[in-house]
């Protein structure tokens, strides 16, 4: 127990305070020594608490590291971003698909056309129009393909007018309904019901044939006469459309005068016609629009007087009733009594 409890001797002429540990805290201010507290000071408080530092190291300016980006993080490219870029590419493939599908549609069109062309002379195609069912015992009448026949700079006129045909169609089906109605609210009015089934049955059928084939035809193969034909007779049809919009009382047409009278005897009857003239209305106003569209069309094409004339006694000559019959004059003049 010896070795635990002796002291080592003391050394002559040693100052423990100058023990380079002592002087060398004592000689830092940076740490709280016992020269710098007062205990008989009682506005001071508290020695401050003993903080150990480290010896102070050369300052050394901060580098910030070089921005790099990583394969997942987006880059910018100036004011697109990704995402703006992607969208762009992608509306540029939607366009070339559809410029691609257009020539598609159009090469298939011409591939038809050259097939038609390829029938030959004494080939016939087969009607279509109008498309009855198989166990009808009358077949179409006409052959009729806007998309393979008409050429694409005319196939929107040519389908409106399709359309214009069928808006005339039900319209006179609807002029029928409402002269019945009319009928079965005052029975003298049995003229009116009679002509509007009259003008029911001939101008539906006649007017595809006056008309819409005119100008289907001439769409189809440019033809001046068919082009003549259409204005003079479609002429004619928008001014029985304006006497259907006035609507003379017995004359057959659900036209504003006849509708206007109706709301005397019957309110719903008078709707009913009313909305008939409405639709004479619209009817009147349409034709005149495309009467006008197709004359813009036409006057953009190689049509003309001298053409339609040379197209008519060119299509009189090729009939063979017509030559039959010419032959048959002649050769009776020729051999008739001297």
Same mark, same amino acid.
């Given at each position: 127990m010896s070795k635990y409890t002796s002291f080592p001797?003391?050394?002559?002429?040693?100052?423990?305070?100058?023990d380079p540990a002592v002087t060398q805290h004592s000689s830092n201010t940076e740490y709280a020594t016992l020269d710098l507290y007062n205990p008989f000071d009682n506005k001071n408080g508290p020695p401050p608490p003993y903080e150990a530092t480290c010896?102070?190291?050369?300052?050394?300016?901060?580098?910030?590291?070089?921005?790099?980006?990583t394969p997942t993080e987006p880059r910018n490219y100036g004011?697109?971003?990704?995402?703006?870029?992607?969208?762009?590419?992608?509306?540029?493939?939607?366009?070339k698909q559809e410029e691609l599908e257009k020539k598609a549609r159009e090469l298939e069109r011409r591939e038809r056309e050259l097939e038609s062309h390829s029938l030959g002379s004494g080939a016939?195609?087969?009607?279509?129009?109008?498309?009855?069912?198989?166990?009808?015992?009358?077949?179409?009448?006409?052959?009729?393909?806007i998309h393979l026949e008409i050429s694409q700079t005319f196939q929107r006129t040519v389908t409106v007018m399709y359309y214009f045909w069928m808006f005339s169609a039900c319209t006179l089906l609807l002029n029928l309904i409402s002269s019945l109605?009319?009928?079965?609210?005052?029975?003298?009015g049995g003229v009116g019901l009679g002509l509007a089934i009259l003008w029911a049955l001939i101008f539906t059928p006649c007017s595809? !044939?006056?008309?819409?084939?005119?100008?289907?035809?001439?769409?189809?193969? @440019?033809? &001046? +006469?068919?082009?003549?034909?259409?204005? =003079?007779?479609?002429f004619a049809q928008v001014i029985t459309y304006v006497i259907m919009t006035i609507g003379?009382?017995?004359?057959g047409f659900s036209g504003w005068i006849v509708s206007l009278a109706a709301?005397?005897?019957?309110?719903?009857?008078?709707?009913?016609?009313?909305?008939?003239?409405?639709?004479?209305?619209?009817?009147?106003?349409?034709?005149? !629009?495309?009467?006008?569209?197709?004359?813009?069309?036409?006057?953009?094409? @190689?049509? &003309? +007087?001298?053409?339609?004339?040379?197209? =008519?006694?060119?299509?009189?000559?090729?009939?063979?009733?017509?030559?039959?019959?010419?032959?048959?004059?002649?050769?009776?003049?020729?051999?008739?009594?001297?």
């Open positions: 001797e003391p050394i002559e002429d040693q100052n423990p305070f100058q010896p102070s190291a050369p300052s050394v300016p901060a580098q910030t590291p070089p921005s790099r980006t004011s697109y971003n990704s995402q703006t870029v992607v969208n762009a590419t992608t509306a540029e493939l939607l366009r016939s195609r087969q009607n279509n129009w109008p498309p009855l069912p198989s166990f009808c015992p009358v077949g179409p009448c006409f052959y009729q393909d109605a009319m009928f079965c609210v005052d029975p003298t595809f !044939v006056c008309w819409y084939r005119p100008v289907y035809k001439a769409f189809r193969s @440019d033809s &001046s +006469f068919n082009f003549f034909a259409f204005f =003079f007779i479609f003379i009382p017995g004359w709301l005397n005897t019957s309110v719903p009857v008078g709707v009913i016609m009313m909305i008939n003239a409405v639709l004479f209305t619209a009817q009147t106003a349409m034709g005149v !629009v495309l009467l006008k569209k197709v004359h813009s069309q036409y006057r953009q094409t @190689d049509a &003309s +007087f001298q053409k339609a004339q040379a197209e =008519f006694a060119t299509g009189v000559m090729s009939n063979q009733t017509v030559r039959q019959a010419a032959a048959t004059a002649a050769q009776g003049a020729f051999t008739g009594p001297r």
